[in-house]
């Protein structure tokens, strides 16, 4: 991804008036904030990382040999390994169901005005500000009713509806990009809406999907507030709290720490660093805008 | 004849086909969103304890008396939130948008940079947390290996000082903050037209000059979009408090929902934490005119 992003750089510019001056010269006006951001942004992770991957007893910033008996007393000895397995049921169960209930409401308000749309997508926007801390005890009461305390099915609920309003408002706005002349010649042709749109529509929305998908399962497997509250049994437990458990003890455990915090890290930064073009992107789609 | 009794079934199978598929959606979000909503309405009439069910019954408005008039804690609790929010989304304004620019520019390494520089903005509040004690840590954290360096003094532990929990906390939310308002002001960098900056260089216009008159007026509505849901989401920053201070030292750092997350959790008060929630809503519900007057939202769609 970065290859070929990178390597444009260069030659890329376009033949008419190309901007040699600000190519070539070194601009440290850049370099420099953005290498003291950086510095910011990275030394934090690495010392992480280092905590993780050093043995037990060494202080060195540079962790050589790397050893990774901290992964192993987490992994096992503290149940990171079912942590693991649960956040990722729960972050794939609600992004399957944020998008299948996003894909056919996004289509609509894309492509068909109708009443009551804008309230509709006013009450979208206005549910952005219901905060999650909010709703812990009202969904504990419903939960508690319909039997789905202290299971996984409660946090999935929990987090498809919170992440439905974004979504509906992400696909939307990628839809809307989508020329909608594209269907119409692929129902002249003979195509009913619905083959017009896995035809023609689902294709192109693809980066879209990767975008509204990801941002769903990144909220749901950092999501804490729900899992602390729902969710008692430890065999339950998502990464996130198995994480807050490991900071509560009494004497933390350094090593451990940091390596149930690789743990937690490594899906959601890989998962960003695979999509974060695609989420620029989306955000500039339209769908920010409004 | 044929012809319009086909148009006539057609526009009205259309005029269904939009209801029928955002169904789920609404229903989702009646069950789950507006209903609950609504509950916290009643129970914050209601004397409700789970630990204290005999206790059970009307209280008319007596959660909101208490609230009002006998406990220090929530107004404490109002206050700390007004400051936090306030500090997070001023500093993580100034920054993000001065990220943005920067990574806005053309320069080698750009892909890069964009991705490492985002990338905690991916993380969860409680490993920000995880993260942040490890570097806090007196003996083991970034402090120590500073001191030996000869650049800090020994022993600093941020976290446990009254005086520096505030600014240490401050700070981790911002490494996860600041990516955000970076990426949502990217997102429309990019759609101001070039072309704008060049006939503004040609007549003239400096960079101060470009940026106030072009860049800023075509940022104006992701910022206050970007800023009021910023405000929102640090009103609402439960995870990282929680797991970082754990709204101490005595109370200290405790926020409206983090109160309201304690006295759901440990006193196991319904009612009461519903009358807080209300007043949660309250202050979040300003936010929400604000947005819709500012933002003018839905009128160019």
């Not at chain 1, 600000?22 to 006006?29: H, I, L, Q």
């Amino acid at each position: 991804m970065s290859t070929t992003e990178m390597a444009p750089v260069a030659p890329a510019a376009p033949p008419p008036a190309p901007p040699v001056r600000k190519a070539r010269k070194p601009r440290w006006e850049i370099y420099l904030p953005l290498g003291l951001y950086l510095l910011f942004t990275l030394v934090p992770f690495y010392w992480m990382v280092v905590f993780a991957v050093r043995p037990r007893g060494s202080s060195s910033l540079v962790p050589w040999p790397i050893s990774l008996e901290n992964f192993e007393t987490v992994w096992t000895g503290m149940g990171f390994g079912v942590f693991f397995q649960n956040s990722f049921l729960v972050g794939v169960a609600s992004l399957v169901a944020t998008t299948a209930i996003a894909l056919p409401g996004g289509y609509a308000l894309a492509r068909f005005r109708f009443r009551g749309r804008r309230v509709f997508l006013v009450s979208l926007l206005c549910s952005q500000f219901i905060p999650g801390a909010m709703m812990l005890i009202p969904l504990f009461e419903i939960f508690r009713t319909l039997g789905l305390v202290n299971s996984l099915s409660s946090l999935v609920i929990a987090e498809t509806v919170f992440q439905l309003p974004l979504s509906l408002v992400l696909i939307s706005g990628f839809i809307a990009s989508i020329p909608v002349e594209l269907e119409e010649a692929a129902q002249a042709d003979g195509c009913t809406r619905l083959r017009a749109f896995f035809a023609v529509v689902l294709p192109l929305l693809r980066p879209g999907l990767v975008a509204v998908g990801s941002f769903a399962f990144i909220h749901s497997w950092n999501n804490f507030l729900f899992a602390l509250m729902f969710v008692s049994d430890q065999d339950k437990f998502t990464v996130p709290v198995g994480l807050a458990f490991t900071l509560g003890e009494f004497s933390v455990d350094f090593g451990a720490l940091a390596a149930g915090g690789v743990v937690a890290a490594l899906p959601v930064v890989l998962v960003f660093a695979v999509v974060q073009r695609y989420l620029v992107q989306g955000l500039s789609a339209g769908a920010v805008k409004g | 004849m044929v012809a319009l009794g086909e148009r006539k079934r057609r526009r009205r199978r259309d005029s269904r086909t939009p209801y029928l598929l955002i169904a789920p959606a609404v229903l989702a979000m009646l069950a789950f969103l507006v209903y609950p909503v609504a509950s916290v309405v009643y129970y914050s009439l209601q004397h409700r304890q789970l630990s204290k069910p005999w206790l059970d019954g009307f209280a008319g408005l007596d959660n909101f008396t208490r609230m009002l008039t006998a406990d220090p804690l929530f107004w404490q609790s109002l206050a700390f939130t007004a400051k936090w929010v306030f500090v997070e989304v001023a500093l993580q304004f100034v920054l993000g948008l001065a990220l943005a620019l920067i990574v806005n520019e053309t320069f080698v390494g750009r892909a890069v940079a964009r991705a490492l520089v985002f990338s905690p903005w991916a993380v969860s509040g409680v490993l920000t947390t995880g993260i942040w004690v490890l570097l806090y840590n007196p003996t083991t954290g970034l402090s120590r290996y500073l001191a030996d360096l000869g650049l800090m003094d020994y022993g600093a532990a941020p976290l446990a000082d009254p005086g520096t929990v505030f600014s240490a906390a401050v700070l981790a939310e911002l490494w996860r903050g600041v990516p955000f308002f970076a990426i949502l002001l990217l997102a429309d960098l990019q759609g101001v037209p070039k072309d704008l900056y060049e006939a503004a260089s040609v007549d003239g216009a400096g960079r101060a000059r470009r940026f106030l008159h072009i860049t800023l007026p075509h940022l104006r509505d992701t910022i206050i979009l970007a800023t009021l849901l910023r405000a929102v989401w640090e009103f609402n920053n439960v995870d990282l408090l929680y797991t970082l201070t754990g709204g101490g030292p005595a109370h200290q750092t405790t926020t409206l929902p983090l109160y309201v997350a304690a006295t759901a959790a440990q006193s196991h008060d319904f009612g009461y934490g519903s009358a807080l929630t209300m007043a949660g809503f309250v202050i979040l519900t300003f936010f929400s005119i604000l947005y819709l007057r500012l933002g003018r939202w839905g009128v160019n769609r």
